[in-house]
């Protein structure tokens, strides 16, 4: 007896077959729920560790009544307990409890660094070592100095998965990371001269510079459209030569202007406040005054100090001024050492920057008092050094001289190398490499900043179009920044490539003059440099970088800064 007909069973077994379908998808979303689970932690993160060794069967549940020891007598080890916290709660709603003794805590934070190195011998790299142990026990965050324990929090931060008030555990895979960086010196330039940013947007600049490894602001400080620092000797420096009439508009000179004056600096105290909590995030601030070029603002305050005599508006467009201090009036020294002097008592740092890029000589040639310091000082010029270029060098060594007795080395770009280097300068190589390999081969310290790779004004985007409009004469993709190789192996021997501190890249700011304009300059592309600055050239991969983005964008989300949602 046919009971059903063909029809029918072909209908059911149709509908059987789709059932199954659908509860086998309903299943491998579940499964694959369980697995790429949203609650789990990656530890691929960016710049990415030296060596990251996962368990991906067994984790440890992070929950909500985590503990956390630590040493409590040690403020600095506490400092970075607190940030882990703040950190673990913004990624994952999770609010661990602070309890020092507790040797059975879910996470424990120790100074206890298996190998040990001599104080003498230590390199400023190991200082920042850190070691991550995930296992049943829990997370064991080990490190030889405070420095590291901090480094290894923002590994942490990172490799959380973002998860808006957890409920459930927080499953970390079981796993071992050790971690240092390549570079002792990972550096941003920030350009305030240009355009002045407040003083809570550069906290939080360098909180997305500590988010990525990176360990030195180069604060440029002065410029030809601002000087923004106070020198308390000259009270009417900052008041006065802060201030432009108005601005040019749009990228390069167009001959427009908004017809807005335009101000602001920092006061020492500020200055101070910058430099407080740079150092609580394992940030130096390295400081630039612009010399003995890029001086129009002061030069605006103080006529005198210019070979003409002036009058010297604070410049109202960009570009290369030929209004420089004059080199052979002795009041141009007294000058530079008082500002240099304040700007010591302000900023800690061991390292501060001289500037010394684009000194047109125009004014020095007709000048009869540069021309007198050259006659007096012997200088001839010769086929490596023009005698204005060996002037300017004297001033540096002047300046050198006075730095060293408050127990600091001076940072120029490098055209100091122009009328030949001094004592122990260090070379900022942006016009290309091979200021750096020039540096670099007579003894000299480098930090390498060559434009193309590192000058992120520029355009990230192929399509101009697509970003907001800045300095647009050529492309630095986020690909290209990550393409950098600082060392140059082929022409340095391996004693010259030690002279090589590390990268930095530079955001300018002549068409940057908002906070979100100058995070989307500097998003990701800065992610992309961390792996320069951070990671060892067999470690980087452009291809898998782009993977691991997407993790590290949350953060920025999280944030609340600004970035280039596309990547090229
Ligand atoms: C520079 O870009 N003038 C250092
Ligand atoms: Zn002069």
């Not at 509908?15 to 697995?35: D, H, K, P, Q």
């Not at 882990?84 to 059975?104: A, F, Q, R, S």
């Amino acid at each position: 007896m046919l009971l059903y007909s063909q029809n029918t069973v072909k209908n059911i077994h149709t509908i059987f077959m789709r059932s199954l379908f659908s509860i086998s998808i309903l299943l491998t979303m579940f499964v694959y729920a369980g697995t790429i689970n949203a609650q789990r932690a990656n530890y691929d993160v960016i710049p990415l560790p030296k060596s990251v060794k996962v368990d991906s069967v067994k984790v440890f549940n992070l929950c909500k009544d985590a503990g956390v020891a630590f040493d409590a007598t040690n403020p600095e080890v506490y400092r970075n307990v607190l940030f882990l916290c703040e950190w673990v709660k913004e990624m994952t709603g999770i609010e661990l409890k602070l309890t020092p003794n507790d040797k059975k805590a879910a996470i424990k934070f120790s100074l206890d660094y298996p190998v040990k190195i001599d104080a003498a011998e230590i390199t400023e790299q190991q200082k920042e070592a850190y070691i991550i142990k995930v296992d049943k026990k829990g997370v064991s965050i080990i490190a030889r100095e405070p420095a590291g324990l901090f480094r290894a929090a923002q590994t942490l931060r990172k490799s959380l998965p973002v998860i808006k008030g957890a409920v459930k555990p927080v499953e970390l895979p079981f796993a071992e990371i050790k971690d240092e960086p390549r570079f002792e010196y990972r550096g941003v330039l920030l350009d305030c001269g240009r355009h002045y940013f407040s003083v809570d947007f550069i906290k939080k600049f360098i909180d997305v510079m500590a988010l990525h490894g990176s360990n030195q602001l180069h604060w440029h400080l002065t410029e030809d459209q601002g000087w923004r620092f106070e020198v308390k000797a000259y009270p009417t420096l900052a008041t006065q030569g802060s201030v432009r009439a108005e601005t040019v508009i749009g990228p390069g000179n167009s001959g427009i202007y908004d017809g807005v004056p335009y101000g602001g600096y920092y006061t020492q105290e500020e200055c101070r406040e910058v430099v407080r909590y740079a150092a609580e995030r394992y940030v130096n601030v390295v400081p630039e005054i612009d010399l003995p070029g890029h001086m129009q603002s002061a030069l605006h305050v103080f006529p005198h100090l210019g070979c003409t005599g002036g009058p010297y508006p604070v410049r109202t467009y960009w570009g290369v001024s030929r209004e420089v201090l004059c080199g052979g009036n002795p009041e141009t020294l007294t000058f530079l050492k008082t500002v240099l002097g304040e700007l010591c008592d302000v900023f800690p740092s061991k390292i501060i920057h001289i500037g010394g890029d684009e000194c047109p000589k125009h004014r020095w040639k007709d000048c009869p008092k540069c021309q007198a310091k050259i006659k007096e000082l012997g200088l001839k010029s010769n086929d490596k050094h023009t005698a204005e270029n060996q002037l300017q060098s004297y001033i540096n060594r002047e300046v050198e001289a006075f730095m060293k007795e408050r127990g600091r080395d001076i940072i120029g770009w490098d055209e100091i190398l122009e009328g030949g280097l001094s004592g122990r300068s260090i070379v900022m190589s942006w016009r290309g490499i091979k200021g750096g390999i020039a540096a670099a081969r007579q003894g000299h310290r480098v930090i390498m900043s060559p434009n193309v790779y590192s000058y992120i004004d520029h355009p990230q985007l192929k399509d101009y179009g697509k970003q907001p409009r800045t300095t647009d004469s050529y492309l630095v993709s986020a690909s290209k920044v990550y393409s950098f190789e600082p060392l140059i192996p082929d022409s340095l021997t391996a004693e010259q490539q030690k002279l090589i501190l590390g990268p930095q890249v530079n955001l300018w700011t002549e068409h940057v003059a908002y906070p979100q304009h100058a995070f989307y300059q500097l998003l990701p592309r800065l992610g992309a440099s961390s792996e320069v600055q951070w990671c060892l050239p067999e470690q980087k991969d452009f291809e898998q970088f782009k993977k691991r983005l997407p993790r590290l964008k949350k953060v920025y989300d999280i944030m609340g800064v600004n970035y280039c949602r596309q990547i090229e």
